[in-house]
């Protein structure tokens, strides 16, 4: 009998090629659709997002030109709480998070995964550009980069578990884009050329300070803008307005530019500095999780991203008895920023990664 595999399927191009290639590899599919938000809660427009109700159309026509039954799955309760909620309590604490990368580990290879196993499902399948590998030596699952390195999507994943990554296949690891777009053209799907999502589905228009007072329906004070050496440089306009590294927007006047350092929550303050003044060599980071070994008990030489864009950067990793990881760049690296993932690597293999403290 052939294994069965659930297709996560957003409306777009990656994970319907993806549908196509399980069905070839002689799979049994079915494609399945999450519900996460409802736009107007988000205060957006139904042609916004990539959860728009022409998104849940296009997988269903996708679905039924490649003979699957298509399923949506209503998780906006669970979003809400978990990704949304998230991201707003982390911005009013003064850090950048990545909501992309709690909404896989929570949501598509959580709820999505423990959905398709009551379903008796084997596998949840996605249009993410990574590779797994199960290594006979280590006895472990590896993710790897996709082959086509200005998609890949490792530094996304990096949160994924051994048992998660034994019931996920991820089909495009070893495409590239241009492929996958002649894929679709070839066997006339609608999407073959529907332009990709860039921004967080929740926030498209990027105004995530507007989304923040919309969803929590707080407002957010003024207070002081002040030097690396304390003294004040004039108001800002309540600290979710800003990111460690931003210098647009600020409104000071300055003799030469200036940078958020520093967000402080606790006294409602922002530090400007100049730009040289951004640069650090390490990093600490919680919430640990490491895919390719156990532990980092010792010291090991790889290579790091401290952001989704970052090129990559050799660094030393070692973990703490506390669990702590802590990162030692060889050479300073710009805007290191509370709230993001740092993603480590060794060639194409994805070690693990943690929430940068």
Known sequence: ???????????GVDSSVAAFL???????????????FHNEDAGISKEKSCCSLNDVMDAKLISSKLGMLHYVFNFSDSFREIVMKRFSEAYEHGA????????????????????????????????????????????????KKGVDAGKDQSYVLYSLTQEQ?????????TYRKEE????????????????DSQDICFVPDGDYAGFLTRFTGKT???GDFLSTNGNILGKHRGIIHYTVGQRKGLGISAA??????????????????????????????????????????EPVQCSAKIRY??????????????????????????AITKGQAVVLYQGDIVIGGGTIQ
């Not at 009998?1 to 399927?9: D, G, H, Y």
Request: charged fraction near 20%.
């Open 22 to 36: 399980m069905l070839q590899a002689g799979y049994s599919c079915v494609g399945a659709t999450m519900q996460l």
């Open 96 to 143: 950048t998070p990545n909501p992309c990368i709690d909404c896989n580990r929570f949501l598509k290879f959580d709820v999505m995964i423990r959905r398709a196993q009551e379903m008796q499902f084997d596998y949840v399948v996605t249009g993410h550009y990574a590779r797994i590998e199960f290594d006979c030596s280590s006895g472990r699952y590896f993710l």
């Open 309 to 334: 864009r970052h090129p990559e950067q050799p660094c030393t990793a070692w973990q703490s008895d506390d669990g702590i990881l802590h990162v030692k760049f060889h050479q300073p690296q710009r």
């Open 165 to 173: 990554l034994a019931h996920v296949r991820f089909p495009l690891g």
């Open 180 to 195: 996958i777009r002649e894929i679709a053209q070839k066997n006339g799907f609608v999407n073959a050329h529907k332009k």
């Open 256 to 297: 030469y530019p200036l940078y958020v350092q520093k967000i402080l929550p606790e006294t409602n303050q922002v530090i400007l500095g100049k730009n040289e003044e951004l640069f650090s060599d390490s990093l600490t980071a919680e919430d640990v999780n490491l895919i390719s070994r156990e532990t980092l008990s």
């Open 220 to 222: 957010y004070p003024e």
């Open 1 to 11: 009998m052939a294994e069965k595999a659930m297709i996560a399927m957003s409306g």
